[in-house]
């Protein structure tokens, strides 16, 4: 089993209890450089255990996105064509094998593919524009409500009352 | 990760082309952005010790004053995310004032920063307020890196403090700082008195090389400034955001008139005045180099953005900067300036500056840190987590319009 989270804690509590004590108050640099280091291993230990979790959370976020602009740009009246950028983003989603690196991929692909439609929209006629705005807008809500909820540790929200937990969107494991 | 977007971390002169042509933007900006992507390819930030930065010092004070001079008590200073800055005394013979010894500060460009900025328009600013706000005084300028390892400015070192010594908040440059009730009546009337200062001044009796001068009765001002941004994003990102692509269609559809020019601080917020904090009174306006002529609801939007500010002690009032009551600011801000505040520029400016602060935060920033281009690239790291408070704001304001 993986202890690098153990690892992390032990790093932060050297950097705290040995070396913080022995920089001179006049280096101010190295002072804020220490600490800005030991709050971000604090933050990565935290979210470490999360990661591949989060990574399917994104790839997720981004078919459904996908799929509603998809929707919205084919022709009622047709069959869907295949979209390779979709289908290969649910594969890898299904896939227990799928590594991190593979979800990343597939995300930024299905990313690019919706990004490719909103750039192009300036041809569609207004309504069906405004139909496409809005159905990205929608489904974005989702994935910045969980980027706040990701980032809290990190203390830079202002409205931290108004973040959802992480057990909102990810399986969060106890831990021990 | 191999991506697409790993181009930009050894731009071809094509992309640096393709993207100077289809976001036209001012002529100083321009520059600028295109010397960042030239030099990206070229080796990370080398981080400098205080010996180094004074022999630097020393060798540009050797060549630019008459006469002997000694440097005294060199100090770094911290809290800034994007300059490289050390304090300093200066021990010499003033012209036309004789032997002195005056306090200073040297504020230089890492590698890349988090914000593309000019120093020339820095100092052009600070010169042009010298007597109307309280400002550093601008002693030198090395514009070409000549001494300096990248640009730098020297100026007269301010004394005071960006925040109370007992804040809580705020500790990340200066966003959200929270004052207190005694120093929020004191700095309030001087916050606003000094904006309007700025965007009331007679721009025709300034001088000024490195800022266009935009007309008024038509949309250049916002087109310059979207473009700018635009151009950033393209160069910077590390991944596709499809609701910056729906901003950016938004804004441009959308392009406001100017209807007067002023000159726009661009970051005009706590955590860039300096203050006295027995007496509450505003030592100095840093941070100019945002600074353009233009539309001063891009200031009004700024200062205004949710992570800018913090919710008073009912938990209910959300003041302005950490100072103002928002349902107060705009009519206060109108009484003290005369001009009148348009909430339809205003929104656009709003998501605009939306739009800046999620490319800052989640393109520029991480860009910089993955090539280890400054010498704060862990604070930008962490700044990464306001880039969802900006979505947040953006999406907020995006569902107003579409």
Same mark, same amino acid.
């Given at each position: 089993?993986?202890?690098?989270?153990?690892?992390?804690?032990?790093?932060?509590?050297?950097?705290?209890?040995?070396?913080?004590?022995?920089?001179?108050?006049?280096?101010?640099?190295?002072?804020?450089?220490?600490?800005?280091?030991?709050?971000?291993?604090?933050?990565?230990?935290?979210?470490?255990?999360?990661?591949?979790?989060?990574?399917?959370? &994104?790839?997720?976020?981004?078919?459904?996105?996908? &799929?509603?602009?998809?929707?919205?740009?084919?022709?009622?009246?047709?069959?869907?064509?295949?979209?390779?950028?979709?289908?290969?983003?649910?594969?890898?989603?299904?896939?227990?094998?799928?590594?991190?690196?593979?979800?990343?991929?597939?995300?930024?692909?299905?990313?690019?593919?919706?990004?490719?439609?909103?750039?192009?929209?300036?041809?569609?006629?207004?309504?069906?524009?405004?139909?496409? &705005?809005?159905?990205?807008?929608?489904?974005?809500?989702?994935?910045?409500?969980?980027?706040?909820?990701?980032?809290?540790?990190?203390?830079?929200?202002?409205?931290?009352?108004?973040?959802?937990?992480?057990?909102?969107?990810?399986?969060?494991?106890? &831990?021990? | 990760?191999?991506?697409?977007?790993?181009?930009?971390?050894?731009?071809?002169?094509?992309?640096?082309?393709?993207?100077?042509?289809?976001?036209?933007?001012?002529?100083?900006?321009?520059?600028?952005?295109?010397?960042?992507?030239?030099?990206?390819?070229? !080796? !990370?930030?080398?981080?400098?010790?205080?010996?180094?930065?004074?022999?630097?010092?020393?060798?540009?004070?050797?060549?630019?004053?008459?006469?002997?001079?000694?440097?005294?008590?060199?100090?770094?200073?911290?809290?800034?995310?994007?300059?490289?800055?050390?304090?300093?005394?200066?021990?010499?013979?003033?012209?036309?004032?004789?032997?002195?010894?005056?306090?200073?500060?040297?504020?230089?460009?890492?590698?890349?920063?988090?914000?593309?900025?000019?120093?020339?328009?820095? *100092?052009?600013?600070?010169?042009?307020?010298?007597?109307?706000?309280? *400002?550093?005084? *601008?002693?030198?300028?090395?514009?070409?890196?000549?001494?300096?390892?990248?640009?730098?400015?020297?100026?007269?070192?301010?004394?005071? *403090?960006?925040? !109370?010594?007992?804040?809580?908040?705020?500790?990340?440059?200066?966003?959200?700082?929270?004052?207190?009730?005694?120093?929020?009546?004191?700095?309030?009337?001087?916050?606003?008195?000094?904006?309007?200062?700025?965007?009331?001044?007679?721009?025709?009796?300034?001088?000024?090389?490195?800022?266009?001068?935009? !007309?008024?009765?038509?949309?250049? $001002?916002?087109?310059?400034?979207?473009?700018?941004?635009?151009?950033?994003?393209?160069?910077?990102?590390?991944?596709?955001?499809?609701?910056?692509?729906?901003?950016?269609?938004?804004?441009?559809?959308?392009?406001?008139?100017?209807?007067?020019?002023?000159?726009?601080?661009?970051?005009?917020?706590?955590?860039?005045?300096?203050?006295?904090?027995?007496?509450?009174?505003?030592?100095?306006?840093?941070?100019?180099?945002?600074?353009?002529?233009?539309?001063?609801?891009?200031?009004?939007?700024?200062?205004?953005?949710?992570?800018?500010?913090?919710?008073?002690?009912?938990?209910?009032?959300?003041?302005? $900067?950490?100072?103002?009551?928002?349902?107060?600011?705009?009519?206060?801000?109108?009484?003290?300036?005369?001009?009148?505040?348009?909430?339809?520029?205003?929104?656009?400016?709003?998501?605009?500056? $939306?739009?800046?602060?999620?490319?800052?935060?989640?393109?520029?920033?991480?860009?910089?840190?993955?090539?280890?281009?400054?010498?704060?690239?862990?604070?930008?790291?962490?700044?990464?987590?306001?880039?969802?408070?900006?979505?947040?704001?953006?999406?907020?304001?995006?569902?107003?319009?579409?």
């Amino acid at each position: 089993m993986d202890h690098i989270d153990v690892g992390l804690r032990a790093a932060i509590r050297a950097l705290k209890d040995v070396v913080a004590p022995v920089i001179a108050p006049e280096n101010a640099q190295a002072r804020e450089q220490l600490g800005l280091c030991i709050d971000y291993l604090g933050y990565m230990a935290e979210r470490l255990p999360h990661l591949h979790e989060r990574d399917r959370f &994104e790839l997720s976020h981004q078919l459904a996105m996908a &799929e509603a602009v998809r929707g919205i740009l084919s022709d009622p009246a047709a069959p869907q064509p295949p979209d390779p950028a979709i289908d290969s983003g649910r594969a890898a989603l299904q896939s227990a094998n799928a590594s991190t690196a593979e979800v990343r991929q597939a995300t930024a692909r299905v990313a690019a593919s919706v990004s490719l439609a909103v750039q192009g929209s300036a041809q569609l006629d207004p309504g069906r524009r405004g139909l496409l &705005e809005r159905a990205v807008l929608a489904a974005s809500r989702q994935m910045i409500a969980f980027e706040r909820a990701w980032h809290l540790p990190l203390a830079l929200d202002p409205d931290p009352h108004e973040v959802r937990p992480l057990s909102d969107f990810l399986p969060v494991r106890a &831990e021990g | 990760m191999n991506s697409t977007f790993d181009l930009r971390d050894q731009p071809t002169d094509d992309f640096i082309e393709s993207l100077r042509q289809r976001f036209p933007t001012e002529r100083e900006t321009d520059i600028l952005l295109t010397r960042k992507m030239r030099r990206r390819a070229g !080796p !990370p930030y080398a981080q400098v010790s205080l010996e180094q930065m004074v022999g630097w010092l020393r060798a540009m004070l050797g060549e630019t004053i008459e006469g002997d001079f000694e440097v005294h008590d060199p100090r770094w200073l911290t809290g800034g995310a994007s300059k490289v800055q050390i304090a300093f005394e200066l021990g010499w013979n003033a012209p036309g004032k004789g032997p002195s010894r005056d306090r200073l500060v040297v504020r230089m460009d890492p590698s890349e920063a988090s914000n593309t900025t000019s120093r020339v328009r820095e *100092v052009e600013l600070l010169a042009a307020f010298e007597d109307l706000l309280p *400002v550093p005084k *601008v002693f030198w300028l090395d514009r070409e890196a000549r001494w300096f390892p990248e640009p730098a400015i020297i100026y007269s070192f301010v004394p005071g *403090v960006a925040k !109370p010594r007992s804040a809580k908040a705020g500790q990340v440059v200066g966003l959200g700082t929270n004052f207190g009730e005694r120093l929020r009546a004191q700095l309030a009337p001087q916050f606003l008195r000094h904006l309007a200062a700025i965007h009331t001044a007679d721009v025709s009796r300034m001088h000024f090389t490195s800022m266009e001068l935009p !007309p008024t009765g038509a949309v250049d $001002c916002a087109r310059w400034q979207l473009h700018r941004a635009l151009r950033v994003w393209e160069e910077d990102r590390g991944e596709d955001f499809p609701l910056m692509d729906v901003a950016a269609n938004w804004l441009q559809r959308n392009l406001p008139s100017l209807d007067r020019v002023s000159v726009v601080h661009g970051d005009y917020r706590s955590g860039n005045f300096l203050f006295d904090e027995p007496t509450g009174q505003i030592t100095a306006w840093l941070d100019w180099e945002r600074g353009h002529l233009g539309d001063r609801h891009r200031d009004l939007a700024w200062m205004t953005q949710r992570e800018k500010g913090h919710l008073a002690e009912d938990g209910k009032t959300y003041l302005v $900067c950490g100072l103002i009551p928002m349902d107060e600011f705009y009519r206060r801000y109108e009484e003290a300036s005369g001009l009148k505040v348009d909430f339809e520029r205003l929104r656009w400016y709003r998501v605009l500056n $939306c739009f800046q602060v999620i490319t800052t935060t989640m393109a520029t920033m991480y860009r910089v840190a993955k090539l280890g281009k400054s010498h704060q690239d862990i604070l930008l790291a962490r700044l990464g987590a306001i880039a969802p408070v900006g979505a947040h704001e953006l999406a907020e304001l995006l569902a107003e319009v579409l």
